[in-house]
């Protein structure tokens, strides 16, 4: 039987650390350890994990604010078990999780997995929205769990687990303070582990409660992709020019509209392909709307901050470092 440590990197969110723990408590599968680590939060989580010490196997470490990838590395370094699990902390996770990837892992033994997101009943409308627009395939081509050949997907950091041997072998997480799930990832695989997609093994995923939170959230993605390719230069797709082309078009039809109305039907007709297709995975007509406004600023907020990183890193030829030591790295 596979023994897991779950790894939570938390900064000032115990409110939402207490619900991701409520969820492991009620797992059918108890084969794990759970390692929170305090990020120098100011908001801190010991009292929530000392609440927890009856019903789970919890440990908990405080050290100073590094990023979430140094945290998650933190925690490796004092995991007993054979596969490090990695949840984001606005994660809840489905009772059935670890039964899944335990029966998974033991029938097809894979080095490095991960498991798509998705959006919990009890979320609000705008989470939903979200939710919405960071799994659709008109506006991330389904790349985020989606993808029908498992054995080239990605793990990302809110649903994702390694062998022992891969954190050995790799060292863990890098210092990005922005992407350095996706560049784990390529790790694994540039270093010769196998990695896949477990689509049963979906999380609760909250994201931001507020599209200001959402665009930001998304805008830096834009800029780590950039960072990603200065990395690993091979992962840099067609896809990721999208939302980039998305944007300049945007506005290039906004600026025609003043000419001629109609250029602004493309957008009308995207706003309602957003809509229904929204309205037919979620059978709500508030989160089909919201749909409408997520998936814009998805799309708006991941281009600005593409053009910007490449302005910096590829025209400018700025140290991904020096580049946004005010930013990320500060």
């Not at 834009?222 to 990603?228: E, Y």
């Not at 025609?256 to 007709?269: A, E, Q, R, T």
């Amino acid at each position: 039987m596979i023994k897991f440590s779950v790894i939570i990197p938390v900064y000032n969110r115990p409110d939402e650390l207490k619900e991701l723990l409520e969820s492991l408590k009620y797992q059918i599968f108890k084969n794990f350890e759970v390692i929170v680590v305090e990020d120098g939060s100011t908001l801190k989580s010991d009292k929530i994990v000392d609440d927890y010490q009856g019903d789970l196997d919890i440990k908990y470490f405080f050290k100073p604010n590094s990023g979430p990838g140094q945290s998650r590395n933190y925690g490796s370094e004092r995991a007993e078990g054979d596969y490090h699990i990695f949840f984001d902390s606005d994660c809840i996770i489905p009772e059935k999780y670890f039964e899944i990837v335990n029966k998974r892992l033991s029938e097809e033994p894979v080095d490095a997995y991960g498991g798509p997101d998705m959006a919990h009943p009890n979320f609000s409308s705008i989470q939903k929205a979200i939710n919405y627009s960071m799994t659709s395939f008109f506006t991330t081509g389904g790349i985020r769990g989606g993808m029908k050949d498992e054995k080239k997907f990605h793990p990302r950091s809110f649903n994702m687990g390694f062998s022992k041997s891969v954190y050995e072998k790799t060292k863990g997480f890098s210092k990005m303070r922005f992407g350095e799930d996706v560049d784990m990832s390529l790790r694994i695989i540039e270093n010769g582990f196998s990695t896949t997609l477990i689509k049963e093994a979906a999380v609760y995923h909250k994201r931001r409660v507020d599209f200001r939170k959402f665009f930001k959230q998304v805008f830096n993605s834009g800029i780590a992709r950039i960072n990603l390719y200065k990395r690993h230069p091979h992962s840099l797709k067609i896809v990721h020019f999208l939302p980039a082309s998305f944007f300049s078009g945007t506005i290039l039809l906004i600026l025609l509209s003043f000419v001629y109305i109609y250029f602004l039907v493309p957008l009308g007709l995207f706003a309602v392909l957003i809509f229904f297709d929204s309205l037919r995975l979620n059978k709500n007509f508030k989160v089909a709307l919201l749909s409408i406004i997520s998936s814009f600023i998805q799309l708006t907020a991941y281009g600005i901050g593409f053009i910007k990183s490449f302005i910096k890193r590829i025209i400018l030829r700025q140290d991904e470092f020096y580049a946004y030591k005010n930013f990320f790295y500060k």
